[in-house]
């Protein structure tokens, strides 16, 4: 699947349409609570993030203003107050891949430069190398920290990333497969090269 890629197989007749990426799964009650929440709050579209989004993904939305690009309601028609929500939703709307695959498309989306994302980790990553290297008992109390991150940021939030004990846990290790995965994506002729926009979301409608 890809974020920019998307379905209408769920739209709503009359006022909202419901999009999804290609492959999430969006629940009959979360479709019909979704809807009359924008419908009761005069939303023009409401993003419906994941609960259950990958860690990398949760991060990245975390520091976004924006939904993580797997389904949102739509109003239909000429909208002249643009107001747009988000949500997180129980349901699992992400499908079961890669959870970097589709992020350079979204993060093109989002007016983010790729290189510069991956560039950020890799920095902070490189520190934490450094700070073991330079002293076993500091440095190991940094690596500690750097594993904890992910806990810290997503305690007490709705958000239950799926694989949040593998990544924190193993994040020394899994961290720079991230890197190399989103970079790959985003190299040329790479889907995440192919980017839709809806309201920079990173996904569009289609009909």
Known sequence: WSSDVCSSDLREPGVY???TADGAVLSPPTRRAAIAHARDHDLAAVDLIPADLPVVRAMDVARSAHGAGFAAVVRTGHVPDPRVGRVVVPSHLTPRAPACRGRAAWLR??????????TR??????????????????????????????????????LSPRDLHRMALLRPVLTPYTWWRTL???GPGRPGRAVGTAAGTGWAPTR
């Open 121 to 158: 980790s890799m920095c902070v990553y490189a520190l934490v190398v450094l700070a073991l290297l330079s002293d076993v008992h500091w440095g190991s109390i940094t690596v500690i920290a750097y594993c904890a991150v992910p806990y810290v940021v997503f305690a007490r939030t709705p």
């Open 109 to 118: 989306a989002e007016g983010v430069s790729v290189v510069q994302t991956v």
């Open 17 to 19: 349409d419901v999009v």
């Open 184 to 186: 790959w994506e985003d």
